[in-house]
Nanobody
Framework: VQLQASGGGSVQAGGSLTISCIAS????????MGWYRETPGKERELVAR?????????????VKGRFTISRDNAKTPNDKTTLRLQMTVMEPEDAGVYSC?????????WGQGTQVTVSS
């Protein structure tokens, strides 16, 4: 399983940004996917998580109503799955390195992080 994140960048407070993660390889039956955020001096935080059936089973309290996670599943075993995180009304506290993950019981795959900066 390979995960490639993209879309990070700089945005002003109140602005919007969408980051994406393309999953390829043996991802056809991957169950949970989601995003973590890392900021200096803080533990890695789970931002949002979505199941293979497109059920959003977790959204961090601080981003509820502002961030939306979505997923377009691969249609065939050779296809790719796209995970997105639409971030709106962004706050400086949303800044960090966002990493996507894909998980089945007993195994978690990680993509490289994408940097998000929010200026006040």
């Amino acid at each position: 399983v390979q995960l490639q994140a993209s879309g990070g960048g700089s945005v002003q407070a109140g602005g919007s940004l969408t980051i994406s993660c393309i999953a390829s390889g043996s991802i056809f039956n991957i169950n949970v996917m989601g995003w973590y955020r890392e900021t200096p001096g803080k533990e890695r935080e789970l931002v949002a998580r979505i199941t293979r059936d497109n059920i959003v089973d977790y959204v961090e309290e601080a981003v509820k109503g502002r961030f939306t996670i979505s997923r377009d599943n691969a249609k065939t075993p050779n296809d790719k799955t796209t995970l997105r995180l639409q971030m709106t009304v962004m706050e400086p506290e949303d800044a960090g390195v966002y990493s996507c993950f894909a998980a089945n019981p007993g195994r978690t795959y990680w993509g490289q992080g994408t940097q998000v900066t929010v200026s006040s």
